[in-house]
């Protein structure tokens, strides 16, 4: 959402991009800062990895990076490059911790992973010198928002089932009463005239008694989109499902054009789900 906004705007003069995972958040700060360091770097793990030949060497390779990743003092650079290595040598490019906050996606099996893209690297690198990279909750966002602020929630999603329960991005669990705190803060925002857009898992469409989210957010528009899962163990469950799309806003169509009509949670008489 964030590359796609910038590409498209270039009249979006600042952004501001909030993770909780500061390997994430330090990847795109080296990505932003040090382009071509960063690709150097990566070039040097891929010449390393693409001269192993046999799987079993390539996985105890993967299984030494990963150690390496979870111990602390690593430099900026480091964390990057193996965290980028990680990804695209990982298991279906999952990102999950442990209780301790240890990574421990097994090792993906691809013959010819691509490891990096430096032409995207460079393009990233371009479109990040107009945000500014914040590592912590997402409540921290709140100084930044403005009337003319469009804020994109991507939180961790809600499990569909018990046992789907992949949402361990942090040692902290996102359960439901993180769920509860961020409907609040959507809340709070929305009164400040800004735009919101959320998105999350349609629990009610796996279990049409799981109203949930449905009931966290019935003072929004809720629109149900079609989406590919490519995160999913289960091949047979990575085909369309439906998701969550949640604004403070409807978009209408008048003369062939967009226009945003802003909903503010007050606005109780102009509710409506659509
Ligand atoms: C569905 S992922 C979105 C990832 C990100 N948008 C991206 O494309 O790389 C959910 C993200 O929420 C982050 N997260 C979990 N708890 C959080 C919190 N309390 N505050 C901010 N971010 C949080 C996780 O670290 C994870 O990266």
Redesign the pocket.
């Known amino acids: 959402m964030f590359f796609f906004m910038l590409q498209k705007f270039p009249n979006i003069k600042s952004a501001v991009i909030?993770?909780?995972?500061s390997s994430?958040i330090n990847a795109y700060q080296t990505i932003k800062d040090t382009p071509t360091f960063l690709v150097e770097e990566l070039q040097k793990i891929k010449t390393e990895y693409d001269s192993i030949k046999k799987e079993s060497d390539r996985k105890t390779f993967y299984l030494n990076i990963r150690t390496r990743f979870n111990r602390e003092n690593l430099s900026a650079i480091e964390n990057s490059v193996y965290f980028i290595f990680l990804n695209h040598t990982c298991f279906n490019g999952l990102?999950r911790v442990n209780s301790k906050g240890e990574y421990n996606v097994p090792f993906g099996k691809y013959r010819n992973p691509s490891i990096y893209d430096a032409e995207t690297i460079y393009a990233d690198s371009e479109l990040l010198q107009r945000a500014t990279l914040l590592n912590?909750?997402?409540e921290q966002i709140e100084k930044y928002v403005t009337p003319h602020t469009f804020v994109y929630f991507?939180?961790?999603?809600r499990p569909l089932t018990e046992t789907s329960s992949f949402n361990s991005?942090?040692k902290?669990k996102?359960d439901d009463r993180?769920q509860i705190r961020l409907r609040n803060f959507f809340r709070r925002l929305s009164d400040r005239q800004c735009l919101l857009m959320l998105s999350n898992a349609d629990c009610k469409g796996a279990d049409p008694h799981d109203t949930f989210l449905d009931d966290l957010y019935k003072d929004f528009y809720i629109e149900r989109v079609y989406a590919t899962r490519m995160v999913n163990a289960n091949p047979d469950k990575r085909g369309f499902l439906t998701e969550l799309l949640i604004r403070n806003y409807t978009t209408l169509r008048t003369d062939n054009k967009f226009i945003s009509q802003h909903h503010s949670y007050e606005q109780s008489a102009y509710r409506k789900r659509i």
């Open positions: 909030n993770d909780l995972n994430l990102y912590g909750d997402f991507d939180p961790p999603y991005y942090a902290e996102f993180e």
